[in-house]
């Protein structure tokens, strides 16, 4: 218990300084800009899902907690947000790094996740400009407006409150899930998939859905012991969003929205590992 405890509270404080930073950030496009300021942001979301794979793509899961703030506020797209989600790795790249995989096959991986994230974003930013084409644009929202809270005390202060109060979501949900996952065991989730080829790429998905780095290092290492495919960790790593998607239920208003995300990027990430293992993708 006191080493799921410490496990917990490490990989929470992790993500601290990437909450107060993306907090500040709102909290400057709030107070300090102008309306005009605000479009201009938006309007710059275009090349969001370029941007967001490219960040996305480093070991860390804070980028997609930060992404996650940002879109709940509206500062970047629901593409560039999908993009983060899709290309995070989480802990693959340092259990690569420590088990001394080849560049290469590193380099690969990334490639075709980065690839995926980019064009998913993208795809996805057309369809829903077309889509409210004739409706009107979705403001910037207010951090104080959907929090309700009395954010007149500054900038700096206003978003060390912001980034605790998620913190200590963040830290509880992190419990949850490390308790689950060392009751059941890597073991047992490990089986599910074992020599399922067919159905592997939608049982990989579902632990990717874990809000947690369990899932990464779950599928990296039946990668690595030759328990799944490829085409199955791909699809894995790019569900695994880490804290995000528990995050995303905590600071985006609208479950039904939060599970269509959801749901969008579990089909992304479970189509596109099926059409990998069917072009005979291996690695």
Same mark, same amino acid.
């Given at each position: 218990?006191?080493?799921?405890?410490?496990?917990?509270?490490?990989?929470?404080?992790?993500?601290?300084?990437?909450?107060?930073?993306?907090?500040?950030i709102?909290?400057?496009?709030?107070?300090?800009?102008?309306?005009?300021?605000?479009?201009?942001?938006?309007?710059?979301?275009?090349?969001?899902?370029?941007?967001?794979?490219?960040?996305?793509?480093?070991?860390?899961?804070?980028?997609?907690?930060?992404?996650?703030?940002?879109?709940?506020?509206?500062?970047?797209?629901?593409?560039?947000?999908?993009?983060?989600?899709?290309?995070?790795?989480?802990?693959?790249?340092?259990?690569?790094?420590?088990?001394?995989?080849?560049?290469?096959?590193?380099l690969? #991986? =990334?490639? !075709?996740?980065? @690839? &995926?994230?980019? $064009?998913?974003? *993208?795809?996805?930013?057309? %369809?829903?400009?077309?889509?409210?084409?004739?409706?009107?644009?979705?403001?910037?929202?207010?951090?104080?407006?959907?929090?309700?809270?009395?954010?007149?005390?500054?900038?700096?202060?206003?978003?060390?409150?912001?980034?605790?109060?998620?913190?200590?979501? #963040? =830290?509880? !949900?992190?419990? @949850? &899930?490390?308790? $689950?996952?060392? *009751?059941?065991?890597?073991? %047992?989730?490990?089986?599910?998939?074992?020599?399922?080829?067919?159905?592997?790429?939608?049982?990989?998905?579902?632990?990717?859905?874990?809000?947690?780095?369990?899932?990464?290092?779950?599928l990296?290492?039946?990668?690595?012991e030759?328990?799944?495919?490829?085409?199955?960790? !791909?699809?894995?790593?790019?569900?695994?969003?880490?804290?995000?998607?528990?995050?995303?239920?905590?600071?985006?208003?609208?479950?039904?929205?939060?599970i269509?995300?959801?749901?969008?990027?579990?089909c992304?990430?479970?189509?596109?590992?099926?059409?990998?293992?069917?072009?005979?993708?291996?690695?």
């Open positions: 218990m006191l080493e799921i405890l410490h496990h917990t509270i490490i990989d929470s404080i992790k993500l601290l300084p990437f909450l107060f930073v993306t907090y500040l709102m909290e400057y496009i709030e107070h300090k800009t102008s309306k005009k300021a605000k479009e201009t942001i938006k309007k710059s979301g275009k090349y969001g899902p370029l941007f967001g794979s490219i960040l996305g793509i480093f070991p860390q899961c804070g980028f997609s907690v930060s992404a996650t703030n940002l879109y709940s506020a509206r500062v970047i797209t629901l593409g560039t947000l999908i993009s983060v989600y899709l290309v995070t790795s989480d802990e693959m790249i340092p259990i690569f790094i420590s088990e001394a995989v080849p560049i290469d096959v590193m690969k #991986i =990334l490639g !075709i996740k980065l @690839i &995926i994230g980019i $064009i998913a974003g *993208f795809a996805i930013d057309l %369809v829903y400009r077309k889509y409210h084409k004739n409706q009107e644009e979705e403001k910037i929202v207010e951090l104080c407006e959907k929090d309700h809270c009395h954010c007149e005390e500054g900038i700096i202060k206003s978003s060390i409150k912001h980034s605790l109060n998620i913190f200590i979501y #963040i =830290l509880i !949900i992190t419990f @949850i &899930i490390n308790l $689950i996952v060392h *009751f059941i065991g890597e073991d %047992v989730i490990a089986s599910f998939i074992y020599n399922k080829p067919i159905i592997g790429p939608i049982l990989a998905g579902l632990i990717g859905l874990i809000p947690n780095c369990a899932s990464s290092v779950v990296t290492k039946m990668y690595l030759n328990v799944i495919t490829v085409s199955t960790l !791909i699809s894995g790593l790019l569900v695994g969003a880490g804290l995000g998607l528990a995050v995303l239920f905590k600071t985006n208003k609208g479950v039904k929205e939060n269509k995300i959801v749901l969008l990027l579990y992304i990430g479970v189509s596109s590992g099926i059409i990998l293992g069917f072009l005979g993708i291996n690695i």
